[in-house]
């Protein structure tokens, strides 16, 4: 079946400038979560949702930060007046969470450049 | 203290080896354990669950060490196409909190 989407898979913006990334999750996961990825780092936890709510917001670098999701299913992580720093892979993963361990499917993830 | 620590490598070993990689978690509450691998450049992709009473698949060997806190990935008959970073993951502080590790990065060499 169709695995996690993300759009764009590049994206080249300068600093300043809003950004809009998209994921589309595996159909029936009902979590979602953004990574966010910089070169040659680990994967820095940004936010989770259980169907359109997000529990934890924590993650968030700043402000400029937010996401949102909407019917349960396409999520938006929008980043504002964007810096040089944001510059970085945004990876969504989708799972369906239930008792014992529940693995994530990462999509390919959106390339972002500030510059 | 890191919440997920791993040994960032390389580990350079020869082809037909046996490579252990160990990560430690800081959480004593944690319930969920993984092993993911990472290409150069890719997403991320599960390569086992943890489970409590050790698991294997294949060559792949995960145990889990409560007590001590850390989770183990043993790999035998080591391949080329085993080169890759490998990612601990652990729960963190609530149970949807999934923690990655930075990472062990493995070269295999002919």
């Known amino acids: 079946g169709a695995g996690v989407s993300q759009s764009p898979s590049n994206k080249v913006t300068e600093k300043g400038k809003d950004v809009e990334l998209r994921c589309d999750p595996i159909s029936g996961h009902t979590a979602l979560y953004w990574y966010r990825q910089s070169l040659g780092q680990g994967l820095e936890f940004l936010i989770y949702f259980q169907g359109n709510s997000a529990p934890d917001k924590s993650g968030l670098p700043s402000d400029r930060f937010s996401a949102e999701r909407t019917g349960g299913s396409v999520s938006t992580l929008t980043i504002q007046r964007t810096q040089q720093e944001d510059s970085a892979v945004y990876l969504c993963?989708?799972?369906?969470?239930?008792?014992?361990?529940?693995?994530?499917?990462f999509g390919n993830g959106t390339r972002l450049t500030v510059t | 203290r890191k919440e997920v620590e791993q040994d960032p490598g390389p580990f350079n070993v020869p082809e037909g080896a046996t490579v252990a990689f160990n990560c430690t978690y800081s959480n004593s509450a944690s319930q969920s354990f993984f092993w993911y691998r990472q290409d150069c450049r890719k997403e991320p992709k599960l390569l086992m669950s943890?489970?409590?009473s050790g698991n294997e698949d294949g060559r792949f060997t995960a145990q889990l060490n409560r007590a001590s806190q850390y989770i183990s990935l043993l790999i035998r008959d080591s391949k080329l196409s085993d080169s890759a970073t490998y990612l601990c993951v652990v729960n963190g502080d609530s149970s949807y909190k999934l923690i990655f590790g930075s990472g062990t990065r493995l070269l295999v060499r002919p």
């Open positions: 993963a989708s799972t369906t969470p239930g008792q014992g361990n529940s693995p994530l499917h």
């Open positions: 943890v489970y409590s």
